[in-house]
């Protein structure tokens, strides 16, 4: 069957950096590995309705945004097949199949569920979609059969949820489908960067994002503005690296040719940190150092989406075909539980000839 990739985003607003050293970046060197035999990257539009059933135009939006951030990293089309979740119809007939298969209270416990009906205040009011939304994304990923899910560690319930779906679906209706694996990141700091403000997670909401598309001056900006060490006042006074964001973005993104360009006097970052812990080193030199280490990674990003913001019609297009195959792929698979679920009743020749035996002696 081969290796096989499946991921995506919902499209709730543009990309920002934690996305991208919690996923995009991955994926991009993941498709230019050439290990993979198909790529899947879906744009969950499906999924960002089951929070936002009143707000469509948000979703609508944003499918572009996404598409265009996906390609500014370096996802190619040649390579991955870009679609848009809601396109392909198959995936919802799944997920109605999977329901059978788990139980309100197993959903109850999905611990990414339970903080997201917090945060949206749903607690009283949950829409089912929101409810279920474990089981359409365990759709998603057998759909394609994939063996590799690169995702963040927030997703890690969504991939216990569906690798229980497979092995309950497999064991009442035989081998069917792919026992998916997740792919964390390697690097400690990207597995949840922080927002510029130190608060847990970028988001949007809370405004302490630094999205992929930023100019230059507005990278800068929020760089010079990131949260340290709130003690670390004076410069000689010795500083803490937990939870100091800027730090944390160092572990993320910084590698030991930007200490030759930028910052020749330390060989790498364990250097510069000693230095902070020690004291005599300022806030603003290891700001400006984050800041060229930034610009040099965005740059390319930003200049590669301005070209695909040029002709945004190819960009759709891009979208349809790639929709267009991911139906073809997921029709297959629906075939196949279909079959496994003894639901093909005009494939199946010999259900009408036994039951043409049964009442022919009659
Ligand atoms: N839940 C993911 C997110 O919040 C999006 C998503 C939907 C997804 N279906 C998926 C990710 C399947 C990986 C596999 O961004």
Redesign the pocket.
């Known amino acids: 069957m081969g290796k096989i990739i499946?991921?995506?985003?919902?499209p709730t607003g543009r990309l920002h950096v934690g996305h991208y050293v919690g996923s995009l970046k991955r994926r991009v060197e993941l498709q230019n590995s050439g290990e993979y035999d198909k790529i899947y990257i879906?744009i969950?539009d499906a999924?960002a309705l089951t929070d936002n059933a009143d707000n469509p135009d948000k979703v609508r939006e944003n499918i572009i945004e996404v598409a265009l951030d996906y390609l500014a990293c370096g996802l190619d089309p040649e390579k991955s097949t870009l679609f848009i979740?809601s396109q392909i119809p198959q995936l919802t007939e799944l997920s109605f199949y999977y329901m059978n298969l788990v139980t309100v209270s197993r959903l109850q416990r999905n611990p990414t569920v339970k903080t997201e009906i917090k945060m949206r205040n749903f607690e009283a009011s949950i829409p089912v979609g929101f409810f279920t939304?474990p089981i359409?994304?365990a759709a998603?990923?057998t759909a394609f059969q994939?063996t590799t899910?690169p995702?963040g560690e927030?997703?890690m319930p969504?991939l216990e949820q569906t690798k229980e779906i497979v092995h309950k679906f497999n064991s009442v209706y035989g081998e069917t489908l792919t026992d998916p694996a997740i792919l964390l990141p390697e690097n400690e700091a990207c597995l949840r960067l922080p927002g510029i403000d130190g608060k847990s997670k970028m988001s949007k909401s809370l405004g302490n994002c630094i999205y992929l598309a930023e100019e230059p001056e507005e990278i800068k900006k929020k760089v010079m503005s990131m949260y340290t060490d709130p003690d670390h006042i004076k410069i000689t006074d010795p500083g803490k690296l937990e939870g100091n964001t800027v730090f944390t973005y160092l572990d993320a993104f910084s590698r030991p040719e930007h200490f030759e360009r930028y910052l020749p006097d330390y060989q790498n970052l364990d250097e510069l940190k000693a230095h902070y812990q020690r004291g005599g080193l300022g806030d603003v030199k290891v700001k400006k150092f984050l800041n060229h280490v930034l610009q040099e990674e965005l740059e390319p990003i930003r200049n590669r989406r301005k070209v695909y913001e040029k002709d945004i019609a190819y960009v759709y297009d891009i979208l349809r075909k790639g929709s267009i195959e991911a139906e073809k792929t997921a029709q297959q698979t629906l075939n196949d539980v279909k079959n496994a679920m003894r639901i093909n009743y005009f494939e199946d020749k010999e259900l009408i000839a036994r039951h043409t035996a049964k009442y022919q002696d009659q």
């Open positions: 499946l991921t995506g985003d919902r879906m969950a999924q979740q939304y359409s994304q998603d990923i994939a899910v995702v927030d997703q969504m």
